[in-house]
């Protein structure tokens, strides 16, 4: 099949062959002893979670225990972890059937960004909605996350309009969109 087309329309065999005599398609493939399944959709994922799944002190912890066990460990992200972690997960999605993937990616340190994200994903083939997280309010301000794991909130909307206007499409059938996804109110302050 070309890359990034969609299927049509599925036909029996009579009803191809009436309709091929009639008029030729542009492109068909022939599946007689195949099922033909729409491609499962992920709707909510944190791809870079791949890296620290199981970690002892984290796994079996109420929501906040298990943040604050890991977040100490997410500040050394880097953009090659999240390229890495991308590819991991998207292969797994791809295995268990899905086609189309959102992620929500909301921790930016280091050099990290959601181009690497982005660019780990469509090397893969995958149809993609990319959320560009958020966090405010770090420890110092009431928050829950460190410090060093906070964003300005005006670099926030400025990488946000860079990252819609560089990748966003917003065509049917699109491949690449962008959505703008800021964390809880425990980690966000209202702008
Ligand atoms: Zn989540």
């Given at each position: 099949?070309?890359?990034?087309s969609c299927v049509a329309q599925l036909l029996s065999r009579s009803e191809r062959h009436r309709r091929c005599?009639?008029?030729p398609t542009r492109f068909s493939i022939s599946r007689g002893r195949h099922v033909v399944l729409p491609g499962l959709i992920n709707t909510h994922h944190h791809f870079y979670q791949h890296l620290t799944r199981a970690?002892?002190?984290?796994?079996?912890?109420e929501l906040f225990g298990w943040l604050k066990t890991l977040y100490p460990i997410w500040a050394n992200l880097t953009a090659g972890a999240v390229y890495t972690s991308a590819q991991m997960a998207v292969a797994e999605l791809m295995l268990s059937g899905c086609t189309t993937s959102s992620d929500h990616l909301y921790l930016f340190p280091n050099d990290c960004s959601l181009d690497d994200e982005i660019r780990a994903v469509c090397e893969m083939g995958m149809r993609f909605h990319a959320s560009r997280g958020s966090m405010s309010v770090?420890?110092?301000?009431?928050?829950l996350p460190p410090d060093s794991l906070v964003e300005n909130e005006s670099h926030i909307?400025?990488?946000s309009q860079r990252l819609i206007e560089t990748y966003h499409d917003n065509q049917r059938h699109a491949m690449i969109r962008i959505t703008l996804a800021p964390c809880s109110p425990f980690r966000c302050r209202p702008i």
């Open positions: 099949m070309p890359p990034f005599r009639r008029r970690v002892p002190g984290a796994q079996d912890r770090g420890e110092s301000n009431g928050g909307l400025r990488d």
